[in-house]
């Protein structure tokens, strides 16, 4: 069955860097889209990346310019760089995948995704 596993989430100063990485198993990643989220509190989940293996790639309005998203599919991977961090990008990050083709407007939206990981946190002060 489907797997994704999220690691990489930490505590870091406002400014600081992380990588956060997703592993997939159990399916073949060539052909499927990727998307990272983040989710607030109040359990409502943000799209702040998304990646299809034929080369889209979307960024929310919050993070662009700061975050960058690719995979490797050799490793089964999906990554998350995150950079110039700011006390409001501190939540639970997830990121979800789902096969076949995704319209470049619904990378980013939870509704478009089959799978989900457990997801990281990542804490920003």
């Known amino acids: 069955h489907v797997q994704l596993v999220e690691s990489g989430g930490d505590s870091v100063q406002a400014g600081g860097s992380l990588r956060l990485s997703c592993v997939g198993s159990?399916?073949?990643?060539?052909?499927?889209?990727f998307g990272w989220f983040r989710e607030t509190p109040g359990g409502k989940r943000e799209g702040v990346a998304g990646i299809h293996s034929e080369g889209n790639v979307v960024y929310g309005d919050s993070v662009k310019g700061r975050f960058t998203v690719s995979q490797d599919n050799a490793k089964n991977t999906v990554y998350l760089q995150m950079n110039s961090l700011k006390t409001e990008d501190t939540d639970m990050y997830c990121c979800?995948?789902?096969?076949?083709?995704?319209?470049?407007?619904?990378?980013?939206?939870?509704?478009?995704?089959?799978?989900w990981g457990q997801g990281t946190q990542v804490t920003v002060s």
């Open positions: 159990g399916f073949v990643f060539s052909g499927y889209c």
């Open positions: 979800a995948a789902t096969m076949g083709w995704v319209p470049r407007r619904g990378m980013l939206q939870r509704a478009y995704y089959d799978y």
